[in-house]
């Protein structure tokens, strides 16, 4: 590193040089400008974390940084190295040691770890396909992000947890430069997202700069040296978060939010209105009684086993546990047998059992499911916002099989308006909204429907504290309205914020039932790292 001398001739280290400078970029898209003048600096080993609301313009940065978006479709001017790029697609940005790792990952899961890594990136001898070298090197790279897997190990046989170092590990045999990393964490557990946080520290001390997008704050204020704020397109500030890695954070998440949404927050749970109509000798809105679901291959194994809970009209009731605890395939396997084999039990709804052998009969009898993967699952992305939020109630819309469009438009534009879904209008192609505003679709589509149960599934995955905010608050009129709320979340904060009760899970069975007046962390992690156990 340079030095610079002091007057008096004692010499001091220069401060890292901008290994990238991004300056007045602008991007717009048809009747919509998604960046406006933005300005972003990253030092030399530095790891800088860009934040902002959904549809604030982080992922259209990136894009415009990678090639994604090429030279020409925006105006401002990149510079890496002290040098003007002018990047026409993301190969010639991986030339200069740019690679980005989307949210989304980009691996072909019936190939090996060792395929996926080189996967455009041959090593090859005259034309052909050097597979000693591919192993050897591939197997260097694992143990440089710490797994011990066969480079021969397919990617379907692998974690995600796992997955996201085989990225990183296929960045790194392009020569990285400059890792830029689209919510890393946002599919991992505690301990993967450990690993990873560890990984981009070692990234650092080898000098490889690191842009990381996240909404989990903490992350961000555990690893990043400086957050670059954006909100509407804009940089609204670049805030230092700490001088040395070594040093505590300077600024706190209430700063950051502050940054984000333009105010103070206040509380990041809205206050819940009660429910009136509640009585008490009334039978529970859901009941589900000794669910067992195997596994829909290894049917030996039960990964749902001997489950019993209950939702009453008015609450909002959460399940906790760790990846692997089986809440998912709980969720799934009650909304219409969508997961698993020789599903048995029982499902009553207010009191008289029902049949949720298919979807459409768990929807018939007033149950909604809000999945996890709302691209996968929960979306057409292809189709506008209109169709997506009456996909699931057409029978509202139509009359004599025929869709009537004048009312489909008119129960679409109610729900674009009443949760903020930020689109031009309800023609708007839902592949080109924020993750924030997909999920408010999804979401919209099963209000549609009417249902008296929402079972909710990671339903602020991905998204900022503003949309959190937002759907926390419809989740709570909806508990005023007198449905009933499952929620499932892997954020323990997220629960002890919502939820009057919360049930833990641990390796398919319940662990746990913890009131909202003794529920916290501690409690609540103790419970999900039971290996076995019935509900107290």
């Known amino acids: 590193m340079a030095e610079a001398t002091e007057p008096g001739g004692a010499a001091t280290a220069a401060p890292p040089r901008p290994v990238l400078e991004m300056r007045s970029i602008t991007k717009t898209f048809p009747g919509v400008k998604a960046l406006s003048g933005v300005d972003i600096s990253v030092r030399e080993g530095e790891i800088h974390a860009i934040c902002g609301e959904n549809g604030a313009g982080k992922s259209t940065l990136m894009k415009v940084l990678s090639g994604v978006h090429p030279h020409g479709s925006y105006e401002g001017e990149i510079v890496l190295g002290g040098e003007p790029c002018a990047f026409k697609d ?72 796992k997955q996201q170092l085989v990225e990183i590990a296929k960045a790194l045999a392009k020569e990285v430069r400059l890792l830029i990393l689209d919510e890393p964490t946002a599919a991992l557990n505690d301990e993967d997202s450990a690993k990873l946080l ?23 204020l555990g690893i990043a040296d400086t957050v670059t704020v954006l909100r509407d397109g804009r940089t609204v500030e670049t805030l230092t978060v700490r001088e040395t890695p070594d040093a505590e954070p300077a600024v706190t998440e209430e700063r950051i939010i502050r940054g984000m949404v333009g105010r103070d927050l206040g509380h990041r749970f809205p206050e819940r209105p009660r429910y009136e109509g509640g009585d008490a000798t009334a039978p529970p809105a859901l009941r589900i009684v000794d669910w067992t679901v195997h596994h829909p291959i290894d049917q030996q194994r039960k990964v749902v086993d001997g489950v019993s809970l209950e939702v009453r009209r008015g609450e909002v009731v959460g399940i906790a546990g760790l990846m692997g605890a089986g809440r998912t395939e709980l969720a799934m396997s009650v909304f219409g047998r969508s997961y698993g084999r020789h599903a ?41 916002i209109r169709r997506n939020v009456t996909i699931a109630s057409l029978g509202k819309v139509s009359r004599r099989g025929v869709i009537r469009e004048h009312e489909e438009t008119r129960a679409a534009e109610r729900y674009r308006t009443s949760l903020n879904i930020k689109a031009p209008t309800v023609f708007e192609t839902v592949g080109r909204l924020s993750g924030g505003n997909q999920q408010k ?34 989740v709570g009129e909806l508990a005023a309205q007198g449905k009933a709320v499952l929620l499932i979340s892997s954020e323990l904060p997220e629960l002890l914020g919502m939820c009057d009760r919360i049930y833990t899970m641990a390796a398919g069975r319940l662990t746990g039932e913890v009131d909202r007046a003794e529920a916290t962390q501690e409690v609540l992690m103790r419970h999900m790292t039971m290996d076995r156990g019935r509900t107290r």
């Open 90 to 161: 993301i190969r010639a940005s991986e030339r200069r040691g740019i690679v980005i790792i989307h949210q989304e990952l980009a691996l072909i899961p019936y190939l090996s770890i060792a395929e996926n890594i080189f996967l455009g990136n041959e090593q090859t001898t005259r034309g052909v396909i050097d597979w000693n070298d591919t192993l050897g090197r591939a197997g260097k790279l694992l143990r440089r992000v710490g797994l011990t897997d066969s480079p021969q190990t397919r990617i379907a046989d692998i974690g995600v947890g």
């Open 198 to 220: 560890d990984l981009l520290r070692e990234f650092r001390a080898q000098g490889i700069s690191c842009i990381l997008i996240s909404h989990k704050l903490g992350e961000v």
């Open 344 to 384: 048995s039990g029982h499902v009553l709804r207010d009191g008289r059992e029902v049949s949720t052998r298919t979807v459409p009969e768990a929807v018939a009898h007033g149950i909604a499911y809000v999945t996890e993967d709302r691209k996968t699952y929960g979306l057409n992305l292809g189709d506008d």
């Open 441 to 474: 679709v999804v979401l919209g589509k099963w209000l549609q429907a009417g249902p008296d149960v929402l079972i909710l599934d990671e339903p602020t995955r991905g998204i900022d504290v503003g949309a959190k905010y937002e759907i926390y608050t419809v």
